[in-house]
């Protein structure tokens, strides 16, 4: 078994980071695992100096060749839908933005070809982004979100060495081309696309294997194997999970190593959470978080705390004087 990574970096962002403290986690308790990183061109050539310390914890690497047209991001979501083309054995791909907690022994049953966790562990029908999944398909001709109800996160994914993972992957490519066309270039929709066009490969499995801890994740927290932290819809706020954080990112990029700090984190990653945290599981106040009125809300208060500070008193003596009112 082979476990995979895909790095597309630059200087200016923190996906260099992410990976290294996922590489550094795995070696913690997989001494001996087979770890491989797929790199286009351009980002092996900027990890150099205190970018460099992750070879250490690499067991092979492979510079992809990509169209030269391409951006960072396309040059990721190029390399991760063919995978397969450069790894011919067992392989379990795993995102950069993700904290290995214990020694991995991924023994899946023979008739799972394909295995990945579904999206925020909820069907679509439960799933917040219902409405915007749909509209992606709309835009590019997809019709999955409209057919199925298993809708899968791309953070992690199984593969055997078969028939069905050659075309799984050739599939979910030729899609992602042409999600890339019509302008759209994630790789979720053009995954979950291939998924639909295969009769349903992908294999449904266990919330612990990347359990995304954003979004319904707490069930299953306490056995995840795999934490996976960020999610592009929380992607303006303050993550909870401390290696997620800007100082612990902000460490790595500085320092070019693992402190000692950090490895207390990864020591003990299931509870390495901010100390002011709450959960949520009121469903109005969850379709209030995920409205773009909160969102405004959010960035006001991140920018304009004094004008948020005097909006907010504000409403509390209007809330106030309307109570008064009702009360005569």
Known sequence: MKYVYVLTSSPTDTYYEQFFLSTVSMRMYNPDADVVVLFDKKTKKGLTGKRAEYEKYISEIKVIAIPDEYNQKEASRW???SIRKYIT???LFIDCDTVIT????????FEIKIGAVLDTHVNLS???LKDYFQRSDSQIGFDASFKQENHYNGGLIFCRDCVEGDLFFEKWHELWLKGREKGNVQDMPSLNQADHELNGIIT???GEWNCQISHNGLPFLYNAKIIHYYATSLISFTPPYLPASENTLSSIRENGVITPEIIK???HPKTAFEQYTRIVADRGVIDAFDSSLFSKIIWLRKKHPI???KLNTFMYHLTKSVKRLFRK
């Open 89 to 91: 054995e067992d392989f």
């Open 102 to 109: 214990e020694k991995l022994a991924p023994e899946f049953p």
């Open 265 to 267: 984190l990864l020591e």
């Open 307 to 309: 004008l948020f500070q």
């Open 126 to 128: 439960n799933h917040h």
């Open 79 to 81: 390399i991760k839908t």
């Open 204 to 206: 449904e499995l266990g």
